[in-house]
């Protein structure tokens, strides 16, 4: 898990700011979803998806962050 954070980290530090097509930001997507398939409860990890599914406009991925979210926290 710590791998796959520090790969999102770092695609998200060189993404374009100005660009929501950028790769970088997929590819942070998919580096932060292995980060929460190695620990499923990281919130960290559910704050930077969330953030990136905004960024980028996947809404039907933002959905379904906030659902994996609220089932989380309903235990």
């Known amino acids: 898990a710590e791998a796959h954070r520090a790969l999102a980290r770092t695609l998200e530090r060189l993404g374009n700011e100005e660009d929501p097509t950028d790769k970088r930001w997929a590819d942070a997507v998919d580096a932060w979803t292995r980060v929460l398939d190695d620990a499923p409860s990281d919130l960290e990890a559910l ?10 406009g996947d809404w039907e991925r933002l959905l379904r962050t906030l659902a994996y979210r609220v089932d989380l926290e309903a235990g």
Do not use: K, V
């Open 47 to 56: 704050d930077r998806l969330e953030a990136l599914d905004r960024r980028i």
